[in-house]
């Protein structure tokens, strides 16, 4: 069950990974980046622009005023015997000092209304996406007419050992997911946005895109990026304890690939849905167990069960009780405490493994199993 | 002097039943002080955290919480309650006022803020730890993800809501009834006229905080669904409300900053300030304009873009007062005779620090370029420029230039100036490279980052921990002053001083002008 599963995920990526490999460049921040980035689309080097004009003539007036400040500073001290005149108004500087700012301004404003208006012209897009903000990670979910849609979550993939500094850190540490969202490159995709809990705001520098996902109210925005890679972004409105750790990640791909992904992509999750009705033997969820254990819960719950963030697994009274106590921790979480809702996370084939496995792992001898249909009877109550 | 007048009472019971305003503002002024080290200490914990990447010394959920108490402890312990304690003590002797016009109401108005800020730190304490959703505590991450100790938060803002309306009542009533004969208007200084303006925009706006709070209250306690979506509501509906209350607080903040170094650019350039007449339009506008650039703070909430096209616009047009008041200031030390006492470095300070927050602002109000800066380190930087090297500079530079009227003995030159520089280049070491880190795409409020921002992080909490220990000097400083500064006893203490506070005797007295004096027509505002 796990190499199946597993398979089908290095099918789904490898067209990325390969692709990304070879071909395009990770974007993100660079060392000591002192400027905006220009970014990959259209509308971003049109943000830059702006940036940058507004920034010229900020820095043309500041030179001006300072300049005129620092002279007399150097030439007008008492020290150096200068005499104090008296003047104290004159209409006409005033009135020019009010009018020529109020000119810049309307040059200023006509570039970015245009740009405004540019960001706001959400028509025509290609391709939706629903972006779901979580405390705290993301969902994407693929809106297509034809075929299935296509849905997951993104999360951190920054292990606590680097976090707590315990490991070295990664190249990309903290801007690291475990499935970034792919979209075809030179395509208008338009991001669908809105949150589950509290509100979020999806932000990726080089797409131009920042958008508060806010709970209840659905955003729109859009990007056309030109060019193949690898783009990352974090949550940029304060959604509460992990709000630092939502990362974003976004590979960009060639059209071919991102069909081929795409497809993959449906093919698992209609494989998936079929596995859903089936029931497995102990083996079976023990071994897919491990799989998702290891990736969805060792960082907190430790590779033999013994804790860590989260409370020990091996000889847990949770663990080692009813059934019942166990997959309502496991599908809605412990409110309050870093051990969350993992029901809309993994499937019903995952929670069942994971759950199965810890029952049976680390000298947890339950000898019982659960199968997928035991989790949704238990989502739906 | 009135000798049917006693001096002031004996011991604690002086302190707490005093009604006059010399007595209040000395008050006001050591209790924000006590508070700007309190959020000073809160913002330390926040920069030793973010020394390096990586979790070091406090788990995230604290740090969210210090963020928030460090940004209300800063702005409505520290910051606003500093001005209303200058105020006290210079406006009635500015405009040849004997008192405030409510004295009882001003020790009121004092004495229920300390309880409150206890019991704001007590939060700390509680289970669930202290508010963490920041300053602006948007909803519903403050109302149904929010721990506890929120309820208390809540009070603890309807208080402050409350002492802050007092205070301003109290100064509006005594500028508009108190002016000395002849003191029309268009003499007052200009520090009288910013913290009129700044009085009318605080009871304007305190009531719509208190509104917005009361909302939460309501979502938190009685099942309403103000802010939230599921019962009919709108969490876009806090950001409005509070930002309604909050754009005006920022000028709230900056006004009596603004005539502070109106009062001592001149003085030291002995010269009289340029265009006193368009400092107070300026003011004047920038006041109006306040109340109708609120969602510049919400630019990507997705409001329809003709409201991003109004508050875009609005926006912009505040930078040509703001600039109005820069180039007096800048024209006021054209040709004059310029000596830089501590004061007057503190202040020049303010004018370049100032300036290159109001630019960021403005580079901020472009709509579509606020997409990449909103809620960045960027930001960070702007509001520290304004706020920090903005109002907390001009404090500095009052204290300095006030504080010998008010003891009758003289700081140390060399020590104020030494305070400076370390603030000055602690300051910029801190939030210069922020602007960086904003740009280069960091989010602001998180504990950790990814490396690539590791360098100007640490800088900037170098610069930080400099300018947090230069305030141990300036604490020093004030205290060896009023204990054993040396004795001044000329009533004009500085040449280029001007104004009628410079008139009476120097320490001013417990009871100042209790016959109006004199306002000589030919010698207009300071
Ligand atoms: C030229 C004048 C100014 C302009 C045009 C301006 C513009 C702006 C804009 C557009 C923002 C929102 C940025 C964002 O969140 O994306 C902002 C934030 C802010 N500004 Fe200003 N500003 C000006 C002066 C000031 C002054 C004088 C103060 C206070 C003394 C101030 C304090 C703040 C604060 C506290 C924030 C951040 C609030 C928060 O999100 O926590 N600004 N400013
Ligand atoms: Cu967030
Ligand atoms: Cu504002």
């Known amino acids: 069950m796990c190499f199946e599963a597993k398979r089908l995920l290095k099918l789904a990526l490898g067209p990325v990974l390969m692709l990304t490999s070879a071909v395009a460049l990770a974007y993100g921040p660079e060392v000591n980046q002192v400027n905006m980035a220009p970014g990959a689309t259209d509308v971003g080097e049109q943000i830059y622009d702006l940036h940058m004009l ?9 030179l001006g005023v300072f300049g005129v400040m620092f002279y007399s500073i150097i030439y007008h001290r008492k020290s150096k015997g200068a005499v104090a005149s008296h003047f104290h108004e004159s209409t006409k500087v005033e009135i020019a000092w009010t009018v020529v700012p109020f000119l810049i301004l309307i040059g200023m404003a006509v570039p970015a209304t245009s740009t ?35 849905t997951f979550f993104s999360n951190l993939r920054t292990p606590q050992s680097e976090i707590r500094n315990t490991q070295p850190k990664g190249e990309h540490y903290l801007l690291e997911v475990d499935e970034p969202l792919v979209i075809p490159v030179n395509t208008k995709v338009r991001f669908l946005i809105t949150a589950n809990d509290v509100i979020h705001s999806w932000w990726v520098p080089e797409l131009a895109v920042k958008r508060d996902a806010i709970p209840g109210f659905i955003n729109e925005a859009w990007t056309r990026v030109t060019t193949e890679g690898v783009y990352r972004g974090q949550c940029a409105e304060l959604c509460g304890k992990d709000h630092g750790f939502m990362p974003i990640v976004v590979n960009v791909v060639s059209s071919e690939a991102y069909g081929q992904w795409l497809g993959d992509k449906q093919v698992e999750a209609a494989a998936i849905r ?53 997959l309502e921790i496991g599908i809605n979480g412990v409110p309050g405490s870093a051990m969350q809702a993992f029901g809309g996370q993994l499937n019903d084939v995952d929670m069942a493994a994971v759950i199965t496995y810890q029952r049976n792992a680390f000298g947890n001898n339950m000898g019982d199993m659960i199968q997928p249909i035991d989790v949704y009877n238990h989502k739906k109550g | 002097m009135g000798d049917h007048h006693h001096g002031p009472a004996k011991g604690l019971s002086r302190w707490l039943f005093t009604t006059n305003h010399k007595d209040i503002g000395t008050m006001y002024l050591w209790f924000s002080f006590a508070m700007f080290i309190l959020g000073g200490t809160f913002a330390m914990i926040i920069r030793a955290e973010l020394f390096q990447p990586g979790l070091q010394l406090v788990e995230p959920a604290f740090f969210n919480q210090m963020t928030t108490l460090h940004g209300l402890v800063m702005v409505f312990g520290a910051i606003m309650p500093s001005f209303v304690g200058l105020a006290n003590w210079l406006i009635p002797m500015m405009i040849g006022a004997p008192d405030m016009a409510l004295p009882r109401m001003n020790n009121w108005s004092f004495w229920i803020l300390p309880p409150t800020f206890l019991l704001l730190a007590s939060t700390l304490f509680m289970e669930g730890g202290a508010p963490a959703a920041g300053w602006t505590f948007y909803a519903p991450l403050s109302t149904t993800y929010a721990g506890p100790s929120v309820t208390f938060f809540i009070f603890c ?38 913290w009129l303006i700044t009085a009318f925009l605080l009871v304007a706006v305190m009531p719509v905080l208190a509104g917005c709070v009361t909302m939460m209250l309501m979502d938190v306690h009685f099942g309403t669904s103000f802010f939230s979506a599921a019962g009919g509501g709108d969490p876009v509906l806090f950001q409005h409300v509070f930002w309604f209350f ?52 919400m630019y990507t909430v997705g409001m329809p873009v003709a409201g991003e096209l109004f508050f875009m616009y609005a926006t912009m047009l505040i930078a040509v007062p703001t600039g109005v008041k820069v180039f007096n200031w800048v024209t006021t030390m054209w040709r004059g005779s310029l000596s830089f006492e501590t004061p007057m470095l503190f202040s020049i300070g303010f004018l370049v620090l ?4 109001g630019f960021t602002g403005l580079m901020l109000s472009i709509a579509p370029s606020d997409f990449q800066y909103h809620d960045t380190y960027f930001v960070v930087a702007h509001f520290h420029y304004v706020m920090v090297a903005g109002a907390v500079f001009s404090m500095s530079a009052a204290i300095y230039f006030w504080l010998p009227k008010w003891c009758g003995r003289m700081y140390n030159e060399t020590m104020g100036k030494t305070h400076f520089w370390i603030s000055f280049v602690g300051f910029n070491l801190a939030f210069f490279p922020q602007h960086f880190v904003g740009l ?87």
């Not at chain 1, 102990?282 to 167990?289: K, N, V």
């Open chain 1, 54 to 62: 507004i920034f010229w003539i900020c820095t043309i007036i500041g």
């Open chain 1, 116 to 150: 405004l208006l540019e960001v706001y012209d959400n028509d025509d897009a290609e391709l939706d996406i629903l972006v779901t903000g979580y405390q705290w990670k993301w969902k994407y979910e693929y809106i297509s007419e034809d075929g299935e849609n296509v």
């Open chain 1, 274 to 326: 079929e596995l859903m009705a089936q029931t497995f033997t102990l083996d079976q969820l023990m071994e897919r167990g491990e799989g998702v254990y290891a990736r969805a819960c060792l960082a907190c719950h430790g590779a033999n069960g013994e804790g860590g963030v989260g409370k020990a697994i091996a000889g847990s009274p949770i663990a080692t009780g009813d059934v019942g106590p166990h």
């Open chain 2, 157 to 194: 803002i309807h208080v402050l809501g409350l002492s802050s309306i007092m205070g301003s009542i109290n100064i509006i009533a005594t500028v508009m009834n108190m002016r000395a004969p002849g003191m029309t208007y268009m003499k007052m200084p200009l520090f009288v006229w910013t």
């Open chain 2, 246 to 297: 909050g754009h005006p607080e920022v000028y709230i903040i900056i006004l009596p900053a603004f005539g502070v170094v109106s009062q001592i650019i001149p003085a030291f350039s002995r010269k009289p300030l340029f265009g006193y007449d368009s400092m107070v339009y300026a003011t004047a506008s920038i006041a109006f304009l306040s109340f109708i650039v609120w969602a510049h703070h």
């Open chain 2, 354 to 357: 100032f300036t290159i927050g």
């Open chain 2, 440 to 526: 280069a795409g960091m989010p602001r409020r998180i504990p950790d980052y990814a490396l690539q921002f590791a360098d100007f992080n640490m800088l900037s909490s170098i610069g930080a921990f400099i300018y947090g220990l230069s305030q141990i000097l300036f604490l020093y400083n004030v205290i060896a002053t009023i204990v054993a500064g040396k004795p001044v006893s000329d009533p004009k203490v500085w040449d280029g001083a001007e104004g009628l506070e410079w008139t009476i005797p120097t320490p001013a007295p417990y009871h100042t002008f209790e016959t109006p004096p004199k306002i000589d027509p030919a010698h207009a505002h300071s």
